[in-house]
């Protein structure tokens, strides 16, 4: 498996940003690639998903609500081998393990998709949120 490593974590007030990074070695087996979180005391879900071929973006439904939308943002940097998750305004709801993760995959499929119990894993970036 390919390692990824994150970072950008911290702990932070209520109201400020993140701007969490995930770097790969290379995009070698690596079309898919999103972001987790986990929350103290709950189960991993899944936040976004980016196809690396393309720059497509997609957001987890079940986690991109309205108490979500417009505060988080997937993207990459190809030539970087880097994809990042930028939090704002951000609240104590926010606070996790944040993880990456990536797998070689067609499609860029939820979360909640087993499949990603079989992808590459980074170790994970803690974010906590103050109110």
């Known amino acids: 498996q390919e390692q990824l490593v994150e970072s950008g974590g911290g702990s932070v007030l209520a109201g400020e940003s993140l701007k969490l990074s995930c770097k790969a070695p290379s995009w070698k087996y690596m079309k898919c690639m999103a972001w987790f979180r986990q929350a103290p005391g709950k189960e991993r879900e899944g936040i976004a998903r980016?196809?690396?071929?393309?720059?497509?973006?997609?957001?987890?439904?079940?986690y991109y609500d309205d108490s979500v939308k417009g505060r988080l943002t997937i993207s990459q940097d190809k030539a970087k081998y880097t994809v990042f998750l930028e939090l704002k305004s951000l609240k104590p709801d926010d606070t996790g393990m944040y993880y990456c993760?990536?797998?070689?995959?067609?499609?860029?499929?939820?979360?909640?998709?087993?499949?990603?119990?079989?992808?590459?894993w980074g170790q994970g970036t803690q974010v906590t949120v103050s109110s």
């Open positions: 980016i196809k690396t071929t393309s720059g497509a973006t997609f957001y987890d439904a079940s």
């Open positions: 993760a990536a797998a070689e995959i067609d499609t860029c499929v939820p979360g909640t998709d087993p499949i990603w119990n079989h992808a590459s």
